[in-house]
């Protein structure tokens, strides 16, 4: 279930209005642009804009980086985008980060539905003339190019049928190649991008049933390479996403300096989806809400404008 | 250009009935289900089908299998499918013949466009319950299955731009892998699988400035196991699939025992497009009219039909 608290009418014109007034003046209103864009849905966003560009003939994203910064600039220039674009924009930025962000790639290959990351895809191509698998082949080499690769290129089946006998024999598979550190990586790499979710969630369950320890657990004891996480990541996303980002949410604010690109990540992408699963998720977990940890560990703009996104009332 | 000579108007409903009255009595009337059927487009053939299904109750294609028969019904019912479906199909066909036929999916995933070869998938996952991804990586194995399954997971850029620094650069890494037999396959990989085909032409032309042959001729000159022909293929149907098409059909006609399958494989699926062009072609290598080589290679229904679909009058 999703976060956002949006009304169930409002006027693009109006809103437009408010925000040119919010951005008059020296230093703009960050309270009022909160109350407005942080309480609109995707569709309302995308008229607001529209709207704000018929009005003023200038473009309320381009306006919006002039007049905020920071950590809550990133994050409301995340928010104003539409989702495929969104996600476009972060798959790139992870790229050009080097290796130590490709978990982001994985997140939406592994996350998305079949349709959703072909839509990625398709707004990635429009934005940045290349696919999205040439940038990714192009920054990755072996066994990591050819996961991530085979990630982002996937169209995976969507059917609830599961082949009992193939998740046996493939769980199998799997046990060998995380048993051997060197293990039959080709193979691994082959289930994991073109099975599909459900299939791979009954291999994981077997991998489990025989083994009494997760894959994902057992992958953790193994030499962490970019290869390995990239995998480990891959499996979790696909074995339950909700989970995957309550931990991403939890090593966010863990950390000495709280890494707000995850942060910000996880609540703009997840807000308008099932924030309210993830954030009670994240209760059960640390016996601390969600909105408590963040409010300890962030300030300002950016504050008020997570909590709003996370469905505190103003 | 196209071959196919259909009316700009018809009736669906009288195509139907008519198709009814050719199948009643002890053998159908194949003259008129070739007069009717081999001169409607794509959209018309549609139309037909649903007329057929709505007046009589009964699947067309089903019946026109139990009416007609051999290389006739092969073509026949390839030619009935939509265009995504018929790919879709052919695929599978091609793989259930092992290794010897996976020229035909290379054909599919470097000879459509981005969002052709995507309704290819679409129309694979909802027919055969399984990603086509998933099926071709299943039945392969090692660089064949890379090289492959990265070809039919492309949806490549298609903008005009061409980067000439890296069509340089990437020529000079195909030459390394055509020179040395055990060369750098996965860069090779990376470039035919994730490169825009205006980019990965300027490649190929950059090789045969600096070499004075092409890289599919000199591809030849190598040892031909299963991944050199993929990559051949590969390298012919981005380079010009015109031409490419054009040596199908001769080697499809210059055995003893023509190779009936390729011959309607290609004038079924390029009738409504460019079998003009690949006509012409056909003439200018081999100085003898496509037509003259079918009439004389063929026989009965299959020609008759084959020869209306390239264009040929009643």
Redesign the interface.
């Known amino acids: 279930m999703s976060t956002l608290i949006a009304p169930s009418n409002h006027s693009p014109a109006e809103d437009a209005q408010a925000l040119q007034k919010a951005f008059k003046g020296w230093g703009a209103d960050d309270k009022a642009i909160i109350s407005i864009l942080g309480h609109r849905n995707v569709h309302q966003r995308q008229q607001i804009r529209k709207a704000y560009e018929e009005l003023f003939q200038e473009d309320l994203i381009k306006r919006l980086e002039s007049e905020i910064s920071g950590d809550f600039e990133r994050a409301m220039y995340r928010w104003m985008l539409e989702p495929a674009e969104r996600d476009a924009v972060l798959a790139n930025v992870a790229m050009r980060n080097g290796n130590k962000d490709f978990h982001v790639i994985v997140e939406i290959a592994c996350v998305l539905s079949a349709e959703e990351l072909?839509a990625v895809?398709?707004a990635y191509?429009c934005r940045y003339?290349?696919?999205?698998?040439?940038d990714v082949?192009?920054n990755t080499?072996?066994h990591l190019?050819?996961l991530l690769?085979?990630l982002v290129?996937?169209?995976?089946?969507?059917?609830d049928?599961i082949n009992a006998r193939l998740a046996q024999s493939e769980a199998n598979i799997l046990h060998e190649t995380v048993k051997e550190k060197k293990g039959n990586y080709?193979e691994a790499i082959?289930i994991l991008?073109?099975?599909?979710k459900t299939q791979l969630v009954a291999t994981f369950n077997r991998y489990k049933d025989e083994h009494n320890i997760s894959i994902s657990k057992k992958l953790l004891d193994q030499t962490s390479d970019d290869f390995n996480k990239a995998l480990h990541t891959a499996i979790r996303c696909i074995n339950d996403h909700k989970k995957y980002y309550e931990k991403v949410l939890r090593n966010a604010m863990k950390r000495v300096g709280t890494d707000e690109d995850a942060l910000s990540r996880v609540v703009v992408t997840r807000a308008e989806k099932d924030l309210r699963d993830i954030k009670d998720l994240y209760y059960k977990r640390n016996s601390v809400h969600l909105e408590d940890a963040v409010a300890k560990e962030t300030s300002g703009d950016y504050k008020k404008f997570i909590l709003t996104l996370l469905g505190k009332q103003d």
Not at 153 to 159: A, L, N, P
Not at 193 to 196: A, E, F, I, L
């Open positions: 072909l895809r398709r191509r003339k290349h696919s999205l698998e040439e082949a192009a080499t072996a190019r050819q690769v085979g290129s996937s169209f995976r089946y969507e059917g049928e080709e082959r991008t073109t099975r599909s």
